[in-house]
């Protein structure tokens, strides 16, 4: 999956950094990131290949291995100008192209980078807000409202029914391909809970047997996401949510198609109910 990068320790801890000049730093913009792309490998600008403007300031954002990655600050005034052989890229295309850990940290990067951006000002009082100096938030210095980085929880469920999974096709999204049940946790329930309740939403199935498969934090949609597999309770008919779903329906073990991406945790479930694993 897209965060099993395996070239070294993420560290996301809070720090103070300022950018070296071998520092790699993401750059976004209203038409994606500051990227090269050759050869289906990306490249992002190091810190001394930026032409910034004095008292420009940068935002350290995590490491992974020794390469540490920063942003621009989103209190700097003045944009930050580009060497010409970067273009601006959609962040989709860390779906396709590599390194792999390079595609995880521009999806993480990005998950920071709009979360600043929706926290410059206040949402209780409508002041601009400061950086912490000792944690990653916003601090509001008029009312003291502190802001921390926005984890949506989301269930992804695998149900199935004997040899028999349960696949959806969304409605009104560029992904055309089966997928599995998935849904946002609400105020007050348990993963569980989500389970069974965005299951009966989209497809009027009910559920039991919940049992936990793994995790996988989700930049895309500033989600963690966690999987679950479990059994049909009762009467296998659908309904579908219409506003949802343009399609849900049993396919067996034979019928899944293969998969042909290692990036989500959807497609990671799906082929291991394909093999048997689950």
């Known amino acids: 999956m897209l965060h099993e990068i395996g070239q070294g320790e993420y560290k996301i801890e809070y720090k103070n950094y300022e950018p070296g000049d071998d520092d790699t730093v993401f ?20 810190y001394k290949e930026l032409r910034a403007a004095a008292g420009a300031k940068f935002r350290y954002l995590f490491s992974i291995g020794a390469e540490r990655f920063f942003m621009p600050d989103i209190d700097n005034e003045e944009a930050i100008e580009l060497p010409e052989m970067y273009t601006a890229q959609n962040s989709g ?5 590599g390194p792999r850990y390079l595609a995880f940290a521009l999806i993480t990067a990005q998950s920071l980078h709009e979360w600043y951006t929706a926290r410059k000002y206040c949402g209780r009082c ?3 807000t400061m ?3 000792t944690e990653r938030a916003r601090v509001c210095p008029d009312c003291g409202l502190v802001e921390y980085p926005k984890i949506s929880p989301v269930v992804i469920v695998a149900v199935t029914h004997g040899e028999n999974l349960l696949v ?14 998935a849904g946002f946790g609400e105020t007050g329930e348990s993963h569980e809970d989500t389970v069974r309740r965005e299951v009966f939403e989209e497809t009027g ?19 963690l996401l966690s ?11 659908i309904t579908i949510d219409k506003n949802e779903l343009s399609e849900a329906l049993w396919l067996s073990r034979s ?16 082929e291991m109910f394909r093999l048997g694993v689950i």
Not at 255 to 270: I, R
């Open 126 to 128: 409508g002041k601009k």
């Open 168 to 181: 959806t096709r969304y409605k009104d999204r560029p992904y055309r391909m089966y997928a599995l049940v």
């Open 227 to 237: 999987g679950f597999v479990c059994d049909l309770d009762g009467d296998p008919a």
């Open 131 to 133: 950086h912490s100096e």
């Open 93 to 97: 295309i860390s779906r396709m192209a």
């Open 27 to 46: 750059v976004f913009g209203d038409e994606g990131v500051c990227c090269l792309v050759k050869d289906d490998e990306m490249t992002f600008p190091k």
């Open 255 to 270: 019928e899944v198609p293969p998969s042909v991406s290692d990036v989500a945790l959807t497609a990671e479930m799906m």
């Open 205 to 223: 199935i009910r559920v039991k047997n919940i049992r936990y498969y793994k995790s996988q934090p989700w930049g895309f949609s500033s989600s």
